[in-house]
């Protein structure tokens, strides 16, 4: 008598369970509910036609999963019988089945040897089909099979899975459950390939994303779903009037601001946040995600007012530090416009004043823009151009565009080298300023009204501060501002005393070394507004000086942006406006010693000149003026000390104030990583400044008429291939027959008086192969007989072309009246 079939086939079912034990096809893993349990593998392709053909004929994976679960039963109940604890001891697969947290669930999982097949699936979180009211019990999780672009294709179906992707899935669960751990009842459902989740769970998925993600199973939120609330500061009244100048110690509007898709909640939209009982609510027919954090802010959005300072900071970057976290920063209202002016000045373009009598460039004509929208909001900034773009220019349209409306005088500090310089240039581009040279023993504040430019030195600054600092100013101007890159410094001390409405620096190097220069000016030109410089340090410098193209670089770009104005002469915007050649003349003052040497000469020869006549009136003359010539390069050179000894002292450079000059020059041109040929008449002059930037560690070379041809041509080849940063050599000698294109500058460090030999010098560098712009640099020392020539070619036709074709001779031939007013040396403009 047959046996029922079904009976048969359960026989069989066990029958092959238990064979599989005794062949040792078992492996210690997590059961279905998350227990440990010893487990049938490996559940491969044949298993699983085994599986398939005990279930039955027409059997398919749904089926077969029971045979698949008497099979597992059979492995743990034979493997972890009593023979097992009493062999290896108490133990999750050996005593009673102990339920597995996620990551000792995730462990198993890693030790097993069983082979799975791992699905491409996502998790999609879905609402339940129909309209909704209020808050429901529960979303639908899903998952969902992906195609190869990444996208859901269809919702898994459990039944429709063999074992080996039954598996698979639960141990893509399980993984996920450790990074996310809400997941862990999904991961032990007998079906989990869709749940009913609790809007806590969904919070927790969604602020898990990332992590999932990564744990190899993806989250997505259907449109309906999942749209959290997006929270950034906000800084300002967004009912303020438009920009204005901006107070920098007064209070701000400081508050959270809540958007949803980009646009602002309403108060009720509000006011429901703050209240939601349940982290999902329902807001524009969606279903939205509330997480603690945003609703505490919900329930407190005003925060305490920012000083403008600090508000004008977070806005420029961006950020913001709440708690002390990085909080995404917005402005509104009045800060808005201010942020909006400092981004694109152009929007409120000034005018150039009728007052300005020079025709501007295009980019200086920008540049004054950007100055004006800065300072006329109160701000001060930092203009960082190269050398030879024209700063002092700029400057001094500023301070025109200022005066009209100024209540105060404006101070210009600067090296006492440039002193003449601004004087000199504002008579020439802004001849209506008042000016008045606070320098010297006869310096006087006594004309100083409103509207006037005051003209000082730092160490007149630092000698007279409380004079000065008892003024109230109307702006600042610090040229050459890296001298007060210290902030420690007496020079930066004595700056920072000064009351200005607004502070502008001028300095072609504005990050010599480090960030900390930079927070030098930029706190100089805005006090407090950078933090300290143990905050701005912390926060922008060090990080970006270790990454110079991370996130903390371009908060530090974003931030330094709008107060600082940097351009190169190679700025493609800049570089079609330059001519070929700027020449500037520079008027230098002389020093005590050079002043002293050259009264007491000019005295003693005049006294002598006027009793001679002839040919010993012309020596007189002659050796007069060739004396003046030595005092005005340097005071040694007329005491005919060797250029090598005069070299070697450390105030060489501060008895000469023509060397001081070069010296200042030439540092910025060695900063910029440039060439200069230095021109003067006399060879003694070209061995001294050969001596003295040497012992300053220049690589410098010298051409003089006793250097023989091969040596010259081996000179000019070190110079022009860039070993060589300065040539130093005498218009006698080098004025021609040379191309030395390598030099970007050309300095005249005293003059041949005559404009073709000085063309012939400039033109080493000015010729065919040149194909940058040629700065020419024009020493003059101030009020003296080089003053006087250079004035007198400009304008007296007659003496300039008895000067070009007899040279100094031709000065013998002055009367003893004019001999006198040419060499008697004149006070600098007051």
């Known amino acids: 008598m047959r046996r029922p079939e079904g009976r048969c086939r359960r026989a069989a079912v066990v029958r092959r369970g238990v064979e599989y034990v005794r062949d040792g096809r ?34 398919g994976p749904a089926q077969a999963a029971t045979v ?41 999982d890693a030790a097993s040897s069983a082979k799975v097949i791992v699905p491409s699936m996502i998790l999609r979180i879905s609402a339940p089909a129909g309209p909704s009211r209020g808050v429901p019990a529960k979303l639908i999780g899903w998952l969902m099979t992906t195609g190869p672009d990444g996208v859901a294709a269809s919702p898994v179906v459990w039944s429709a899975l063999g074992e080996a992707e039954r598996e698979g899935c639960r141990r893509r669960l399980r993984r996920a459950a450790v990074t996310c751990p809400q997941l862990e009842p999904l991961a032990r459902q007998p079906d989990p390939a869709t749940a009913l989740l609790e809007p806590r769970t969904v919070l927790a998925v969604h602020e898990c994303a990332a992590a999932l993600t990564a744990a190899g199973l993806p989250v997505r939120f259907d449109a309906q779903v999942g749209n959290a609330i997006a929270v950034h500061a906000s800084v300002g009244s967004p009912t303020s009037a438009g920009p204005g100048a901006l107070s920098l110690d007064r209070l701000v509007d400081f508050r959270w601001r809540f958007t949803m898709a980009g646009q602002p909640l309403t108060p009720a939209e509000l006011d429901a946040l703050a209240h939601a009982v349940e982290p999902l609510i329902r807001l524009r027919d969606q279903w939205v995600l509330v997480d603690p954090e945003t609703q505490a802010r919900a329930r407190r959005p005003r925060l305490d007012p920012l000083p403008a300072g600090q508000a004008l900071l977070a806005a420029l970057t961006g950020t913001v530090s709440i708690d002390g976290a990085a909080v995404d920063c917005v402005a509104e209202g009045e800060l808005q416009a201010v942020v909006g002016r400092l981004h694109q000045p152009e929007t409120a373009p000034a005018r150039v004043p009728a007052a300005v009598a020079t025709t501007l460039r295009d980019y200086q004509h920008r540049g004054f823009q950007w100055l004006a929208a800065r300072t006329d909001l109160g701000l001060g900034c930092i203009l960082g151009d190269d050398m030879g773009l024209g700063k002092t220019l700029s400057a001094l349209v500023l301070h025109a565009h200022r005066q009209a409306r100024a209540e105060r005088p404006s101070l210009v500090v600067c090296p006492t080298t440039l002193l003449a310089g601004w004087v000199r240039e504002a008579a020439q581009h802004t001849p209506a300023t008042h000016v008045v040279r606070y320098h010297g023993p006869q310096r006087t504040l006594a004309d100083v009204r409103p509207g006037t430019l005051v003209v000082t030195s730092y160490g007149t600054l630092r000698a007279d501060l409380e004079k000065l600092a008892a003024l109230r100013w109307d702006m600042l101007t610090a040229d050459e501002a890296q001298f007060a890159k210290n902030p420690a410094s007496a020079t930066a001390r004595a700056l920072r005393r000064l009351d200005a409405r607004v502070t502008l620096a001028l300095t072609g190097t504005p990050l010599e070394n480090n960030t900390t220069d930079l927070w030098a000016l930029l706190d100089l030109t805005n006090r407090g507004l950078f933090d300290t410089i143990r905050g701005f340090r912390a926060a922008y410098g060090k990080p970006a000086e270790d990454d110079p193209r991370g996130p903390a670089a371009q908060r530090l770009r974003n931030l330094v942006q709008p107060f600082m104005l940097r351009r190169t002469k190679d700025d493609p915007a800049i570089l079609p406006e330059l001519p ?62 060797e250029p090598a000894a005069i ?73 022009q291939t860039g070993r060589h940063r300065l040539l130093i050599a005498t218009t006698q000698s080098a004025g021609y027959g040379l191309t030395l294109t390598r030099a970007q500058h050309v300095v005249m460090y005293d003059l041949p008086w005559n404009p073709a030999k000085e063309k012939q010098a400039i033109d080493r560098a000015h010729r065919i192969g040149q194909n940058r712009t040629l700065h020419v640099h024009r020493l003059l020392a101030e009020g003296t007989v080089e003053d006087h020539i250079d004035t007198l070619l400009a304008g007296r036709r007659e003496l300039a072309g008895a000067l070009v074709t007899q040279g100094e001779a031709a000065l013998s031939e002055l009367s003893t009246h004019d001999l006198t007013a040419l060499v008697t040396l004149k006070a600098p403009t007051p």
């Open 68 to 108: 698949w679960l008497v099979w597992h039963e059979i492995a743990d109940l034979l493997v972890r019988g009593p023979g097992a604890r009493l062999t290896v001891g108490e133990g999750p697969f050996t005593g009673r089945p102990v339920l597995l947290d996620a990551r000792q669930a995730a462990a198993a």
């Open 26 to 59: 078992v492996y210690a893993g997590v059961s279905d509910s998350g227990f440990a349990a010893w487990r049938v593998g490996r559940p491969d392709r044949v298993l699983q036609a085994q599986a398939e053909a005990l279930a039955g004929a027409e059997a």
């Open 580 to 641: 070929s050649a700027v020449i500037k003349t520079q008027p230098v003052p002389l020093s005590p010693q050079q002043t002293g040497l050259y009264d007491t000469v000019v005295r003693r020869h005049l006294d002598q000149i006027e009793t001679a006549d002839g040919i010993q009136r012309r020596g007189k003359v002659l050796a007069l003026i060739s004396a003046l010539r030595h005092i005005c390069n340097h005071p040694d050179q007329y005491l005919h000390r």
């Open 647 to 719: 070299a070697t002292e450390p105030d060489c450079a501060a008895r000469s104030g023509k060397l001081q000059a070069l010296d200042e020059l030439v540092a910025a041109i060695a900063e910029r990583d440039e060439h200069a040929l230095v021109f003067t008449v006399s060879a003694r002059t070209a061995r001294l400044l050969h001596h003295h930037f040497e012992r300053r560690g220049h690589a410098c070379a010298l051409i003089t008429g006793d250097v023989p041809a091969a040596a010259r041509e081996q000179t000019v080849d070190t110079f």
